[in-house]
């Protein structure tokens, strides 16, 4: 199967610097990325590592992987946020499993064998609130198949004709929820697996923990509103 990786990035010049040198290439059919608009010399630096880079056509997290999608030329894509905080050779661990047939495909901060940012601390309100979400999502939309815990994360790899099924929304950022959630409504088959999450070495998260909240909730009436 022919892989595509493609990093998103919006002004993580540090965090490339460090993630970029350690990507296995070789082991992809191509590596591209998607701007969000960087000022902050992220652009110019993947292109003197002979990245190509492509600008967003559209605001919101979702735009960034339909992008992702439609650029592609391989088979499947993976998608990886250089941050520095998720091991790049985590990387060779999704094409085994794109060519299983998975359809999607997540680096798991929630699973046996993982570890989340927030670990190290005694309380744990984004870790816990991802797992009620995933809860809640498997209860009302999984009827077969795997349940999939960690339904927040971005580093994730799918099959590019699963991804047209399953209508992505090209707006917003539901994208990791909603991919998700349109894998159990297709009955497509998908897994995850462990990955080791450090604490992000440059920059702040641009998803505030409130904000961000409310948006999903929002996202999930509308899923539940559905029909297909």
């Given at each position: 199967m022919n892989v595509s990786l493609c990093l998103i990035v919006w002004n993580e010049l540090g965090g490339c610097w460090l993630d970029v040198p350690k990507i296995p290439r070789d082991s992809f059919h191509e590596v591209f990325a998607i701007d969000g608009g960087s000022t902050d010399g992220t652009v110019e630096y993947l292109a003197s590592q002979g990245i190509p880079v492509h600008p967003q056509t559209k605001r919101g997290l979702n735009a960034a992987y339909v992008d992702a999608n439609r650029i592609a030329s391989g088979e499947a894509v993976v998608v990886y946020f250089p941050k520095g905080t998720i091991p790049p050779e985590?990387?060779?661990?999704?094409?085994?499993?794109?060519?299983?047939?998975?359809?999607?495909?997540?680096a798991s901060r929630k699973i046996k064998g993982s570890r989340n940012e927030e670990d190290s601390q005694f309380l744990k309100p984004r870790k816990w609130a991802v797992l009620l979400l995933a809860v809640s999502a498997a209860l009302i939309w999984c009827r077969e198949g795997v349940w999939i815990r960690d339904v927040l994360h971005g580093v994730k790899a799918w099959n590019r004709r699963a991804f047209d099924q399953m209508q992505i929304l090209d707006h917003g950022l539901s994208i990791d929820i909603e991919m998700v959630i349109r894998s159990y409504k297709l009955r497509l088959p998908r897994c995850e697996f462990p990955t080791k999450e450090l604490s992000r070495p440059h920059g702040e998260s641009t998803f505030k923990f409130l904000p961000t909240g409310r948006k999903l909730l929002a996202y999930l009436r509308f899923e539940l509103l559905r029909k297909a």
């Open positions: 985590d990387l060779l661990k999704f094409i085994p499993l794109l060519e299983d047939g998975k359809a999607l495909v997540i």
